[in-house]
């Protein structure tokens, strides 16, 4: 007479209504295993989404243990993560099923090999789905633009492992660089007092070379929506395009602007060389940061120093005002708008309105700077129908994201902030998305930002 067992309840159920029976459309991984002496046959196959199982069916051959053994782990590893279900034993399957037969103990190890070759068969397939990706793209992250947001979005990807290059059309650096690499910049916490501008520029650029991200001195002509970053020597392929070009010194749009603009005919739009307007009667055309700036930059050398602002109140940083009342080289005209630029060769006169009074004014100058605002550099992305706000700043989401998948934006071309502070946790908040994104990190799917 053979031996004699019993099944659990449990056993019972799982065999007489088995779930998850069949077969997957398109499936991940699949994993086939087979138990010579009883006979027993055990298909799994796999559907993985974001390192979960997402469904898991079985085809079973075999005796009631096999069949419940194979119905109860599909249970019990749908939702799971490939990393919670290889750990799942056999000796777990027959807890759940409230215990085997001694004599069909093998079944649920049957069941436990099946799930955890389905498993590796889908990581061995994703590896090398991944490695035929990787050839396709020359980058994994591809910045444009060098300056505080670009060069620190490049850090930052490269410290995480992503392969990265940042493309500069003029001066690493951007802004900091070409107008105020010999100033302070005061509300950037951390710095030292004698910190300037080019120092902290160095230090990014020593930074980005250690960390072998590759720096590429040319412009940027267009971008696709197939991921292709148009350059001056050609073109590259990257997974994760960031837009960080800046913006540039808006025109006012007043009469002369464009015959006094060029050839340091008299009109400017920001201050590079103080030197330059030593002894010049100088008029400041707006009333924020950048023109109280440009105006406390030429005290020194300047002989005369007006302000022409629109409203009857400055914009500016209340310290920075108070450091411009105290010098009486500086007259401030409120509620007056700039109208034309005149003069022969080159700027000689400003006819301004008086918007209080209603009436023209007219001014002496040799020099005038336009400190108008910023507008965003925007003019390489035309042709990729990039959602832009009325102001034509990119729109984003709180993780950088522009409207259009795998290209991000960051610092003054997404953001009217306009602080360096701003273009720097911009920045390290994309490098930790591209992360994410195409890293795809264990910790991720377990619910962690
Ligand atoms: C007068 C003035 C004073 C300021 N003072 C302060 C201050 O005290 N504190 C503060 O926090 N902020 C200050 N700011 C603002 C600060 O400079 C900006 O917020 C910051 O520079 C933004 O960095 P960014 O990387 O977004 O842009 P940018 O510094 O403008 O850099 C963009 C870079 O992209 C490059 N680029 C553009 N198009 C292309 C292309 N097609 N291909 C390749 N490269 C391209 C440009 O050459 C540029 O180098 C000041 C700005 C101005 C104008």
């Not at 951007?174 to 951390?190: A, R, V």
């Amino acid at each position: 007479m053979g031996e004699q067992f019993e099944y659990s309840e449990k056993v019972m159920d799982h065999f007489r209504n088995p779930r998850n029976v069949g077969q997957i459309k398109d499936a991940d991984g699949m994993g086939r295993v087979g138990n010579p002496v009883c006979g027993d046959l055990m298909e799994i196959q796999i559907k993985v989404e974001d390192n979960i199982l997402k469904d898991v069916k079985f085809k079973t051959f075999g005796c009631g243990s096999a069949i419940a053994t194979s119905s109860m782990i599909t249970e019990m590893a749908i939702g799971k993560t490939l990393e919670e279900a290889l750990k799942i034993t056999r000796g777990d399957v027959a807890a759940e099923l409230d215990g085997l037969p001694a004599v069909k103990m093998h079944c649920s190890n049957l069941a436990a090999d099946a799930l955890h070759a389905a498993i590796k068969d889908y990581m061995v397939k994703n590896e090398e789905k991944a490695k035929i990706e990787a050839e396709k793209y020359d980058f994994d992250v591809i910045v444009v633009g060098g300056g505080p947001g670009g060069l620190t979005t490049g850090i930052l990807c490269a410290y995480r492992g992503l392969k990265t290059a940042i493309f500069e059309s003029s001066s690493w650096g951007g802004i900091l660089s070409w107008l105020c690499h010999t100033k302070m910049i005061e509300n950037f916490p951390g710095l030292s007092e004698k910190t300037t501008c080019k120092d902290l520029v160095d230090t990014w650029m020593s930074e980005a070379k250690k960390l072998n991200v590759e720096l590429k001195k040319e412009r940027v002509n267009e971008i696709t929506k197939d991921m292709k970053v148009i350059a001056q020597s050609g073109e590259y392929r990257s997974k994760i395009i960031v837009l960080a070009t800046g913006s540039s010194p808006a025109a006012a749009g007043v009469k002369g602007e464009e015959k006094y603009s060029k050839d340091d005919r008299g009109i400017y739009y920001y201050v590079t060389n103080p030197e330059k307007f030593a002894g010049k009667r100088v008029l400041i055309v707006g009333g924020g940061n950048s023109a109280v700036d440009a105006a406390l930059s030429l005290i020194d050398t300047a002989d005369l120093i007006t302000i022409a602002h629109r409203h009857n109140e400055l914009w500016a940083i209340g310290q920075k005002i108070e450091r411009l009342k105290a010098s009486d080289k500086i007259k401030i005209l409120y509620d007056t708008e700039l109208v034309e630029i005149s003069g022969a060769e080159k700027v000689e006169k400003a006819i301004m309105r008086d918007l209080k009074e209603d009436e023209t004014i007219q001014q002496v100058v040799d020099s005038v700077i336009l400190a108008v605002g910023m507008t965003p550099n925007t003019d390489i992305f035309k042709k990729l129908d990039i959602e832009m706000d009325e102001k034509g700043y990119i729109k984003t989401d709180r993780t950088q994201k522009t409207s259009i998948d795998g290209i991000y934006a960051v610092g003054d071309i997404a953001s009217d902030l306009q602080l360096v502070v701003i273009a720097v946790a911009q920045g390290a908040t994309v490098a930790h998305n591209a992360y994410i994104e195409l890293r795809k990190p264990y910790w991720r799917s377990a619910g962690r930002l």
